[in-house]
């Protein structure tokens, strides 16, 4: 299993942009498909948006569609998410998290601590 830390998160007002940052370590990470969740208070986890190991495909929830990035750089064990364009509704606690299989998000085995995300209106 790979150890994953989340880094990026923050307050910022409404319409601004943040990029998280998703390190692993213990593991070849090159493998796995990286991902992201977000829990906000009283909700249920999202499953934000993924992407495979090659970074030829993505998934990305309707709510983030178009404003929302995901990338890798294998040669750093590294998952970035951009986010522009934030809503105070996007404010939540944000998780990295890996799969060694699939991108659907039951296979996701590997999770970081999570990140704040706090969005001002």
């Known amino acids: 299993q790979v150890q994953l830390v989340e880094s990026g998160g923050g307050l910022v007002q409404a319409g601004g942009s943040l990029r998280l940052s998703c390190a692993a370590s213990g593991g070849s990470f090159k493998s796995y498909v990286g991902g992201w969740f977000r829990q906000a208070p009283g909700k249920e986890r999202e499953y934000v948006a993924a992407?495979?190991?090659?970074?030829?495909?993505?998934y990305y929830a309707d709510s983030v569609k178009g404003r929302f990035t995901i990338s890798r750089d294998n040669a750093k064990n590294t998952v970035y998410l951009q986010m522009n364009s934030l809503k105070p509704e996007d404010t939540a606690v944000y998780y990295c998290?890996?799969?060694?299989?699939?991108?659907?998000?039951?296979?996701?085995?590997?999770w970081g601590q999570g990140t704040q995300v706090t969005v001002s209106s």
């Open positions: 998290a890996a799969s060694r299989a699939t991108m659907f998000k039951d296979d996701f085995g590997s």
């Open positions: 992407i495979s190991w090659s970074g030829d495909s993505t």
